[in-house]
């Protein structure tokens, strides 16, 4: 009888920690998948409407200096947002810091759809429009930088690689559903002048279930989630700022700064280079592009899922090196057929555009994981938040850097550069790296 009383005392602790494990690993993945849905709203949803915000026969510098602004806006608050809440995350807890960061971007979305135009208030709507996705982006650096590692801590070893991979879909799978709440507006109410239902009202309602999506998260981490046990049982750091940057674990910070910025490089290429092209050059109209991106983001889904796994098996470190060599040598060459201008049918665009992103995606599918992995518990939220955000600021330039380019070569080719250039990187910064596969999180 005493022997049965122990086996049921102890499956009764393991149990409750298995619980705890999965509402982590779900609400790592929920707030990933709220977080990056919000980064698309200007880019997919804003696009149709962008005559909103500009004045009357503005021109067409003017216009590209508003829509590059209002992105880099976000670009440039997420590091800042990585380095103050990843600082708290590490000092105060990953939970508390979670449910902040995710309630803060979800007033702020909110807001960012009650706006009036440029009609109504003048230059004033710009400047706010591009100051609320500024302290959006502060936020949005808090979110995957406290969830994340709470979600990985409490996971099993032999785990890790797979619950990375499935925090890490939420990337191609927010993407898919803006894009089609996007589409189905866009069929129902036809963005067609600045009077048109759309450009007036309709770019507000993805932005208002952004909101009520980040405030309904917030509630149920708040809730549901709990600190993990090594952190709570950890000695806290005092400054885990400045520790992150002295001795091995700057040099550590560094080596990570290389490959994420590497990678930054590759992603940037997808998500604004790719869009264009296919209607420039594979002339393809703006539902069919839509159409066939969606697409393609469904399948780096698996993609994912597959290099997540394999990174398991083999380690992270040769996955990340194998993906930077697939950017630098494979995914030239269907982009390059793209940029060409002599793909004429939609399903030659299609199986184009899909070996263009699986290749790039495949590294992808083990950041998350290698990341949080890479620094030891005192400072793993800022390590995590600010390695995978800092390397987001040299490639926001990317457009300056291909007009840049341009003076030498064609336009459509200066991806090619730097997709290459973003491989490299990858390469030489997972090479400098240990393995950290079998790492101990505690």
Avoid at 190 to 216: E, H, K, M, N
Wanted: net charge positive; hydrophobic share 50%.
């Amino acid at each position: 009888m005493s022997s049965i009383a122990a086996d049921t005392s102890t499956a009764a602790p393991d149990a409750e920690k298995t619980a705890r494990a999965k509402k982590a690993l779900f609400g790592a993945w929920l707030g990933f998948y709220v977080d990056l849905f919000d980064i698309y709203l200007p880019v997919i949803v804003l696009a149709p409407a962008a005559v909103y915000f500009q004045a009357t026969g503005a021109s067409a510098g003017t216009i590209a200096l508003i829509n590059g602004s209002v992105f880099a806006a976000t670009l440039i608050g997420r590091p800042l947002g990585a380095m103050l809440f990843g600082h708290l995350a590490d000092k105060f807890g990953r939970r508390r810091i979670t449910v902040i960061s995710v309630t803060g971007f979800g007033v702020t979305t909110l807001a960012i759809g009650l706006l009036p135009g440029y009609q109504q208030i003048g230059i004033l709507a710009v400047i706010l429009l591009i100051a609320l996705r500024f302290i959006d982006g502060v936020f949005l650096g808090g979110e995957y930088t406290s969830a994340t590692p709470t979600a990985l801590e409490q996971s099993a070893k032999e785990r890790r690689g797979l619950n990375g991979a499935i925090i890490s879909t939420g990337f191609p799978l927010a993407y898919c559903s803006i894009a089609l709440i996007t589409l189905g507006l866009l069929q129902i109410m036809p963005a067609q002048g600045i009077d048109s239902a759309y450009v007036q009202w309709g770019w507000r309602i993805p932005f208002f279930i952004g909101a009520v999506l980040s405030v309904g998260f917030a509630f149920w981490y708040s809730r549901s989630v709990e600190d993990s046990e090594e952190w709570q049982q950890s000695e806290k750091v005092k400054t885990p700022l400045l520790e992150l940057f002295k001795g091995s674990s700057g040099r550590d910070f560094l080596q990570v700064f290389v490959l994420t910025t590497g990678l930054w490089f590759t992603s940037y290429m997808l998500t604004t280079v790719l869009p264009g092209l296919m209607k420039s050059e594979a002339k393809l109209s703006p539902n069919s592009t839509t159409l066939a991106l969606v697409i393609a983001n469904a399948i780096v889904v698996a993609v994912y899922m597959g290099s997540g796994l394999l990174s398991q098996k083999v380690g992270r470190r040769p996955m990340l090196i194998a993906g930077g060599l697939l950017c630098m040598f494979i995914a030239p060459i269907p982009y390059t057929l793209i940029a060409s201008g002599n793909v004429q049918t939609f399903g030659t665009a299609l199986i184009l555009l899909i070996a263009v992103t699986v290749l790039i995606s495949v590294p992808w599918g083990c950041l998350t994981t290698y990341l949080t992995e890479r620094f030891t518990l005192g400072v793993r939220a800022s390590g995590y938040g600010l390695g995978y955000s800092l390397g987001m600021v040299i490639p926001a330039f990317y457009a300056y850097i291909q007009s840049g380019l341009s003076a030498f070569m064609p336009l459509p080719y200066t991806a090619v550069v730097l997709l290459c250039l973003g491989g490299l990187l990858t390469v030489v910064g997972a090479v400098l790296s240990p393995e950290t596969r079998d790492v101990d999180m505690r």
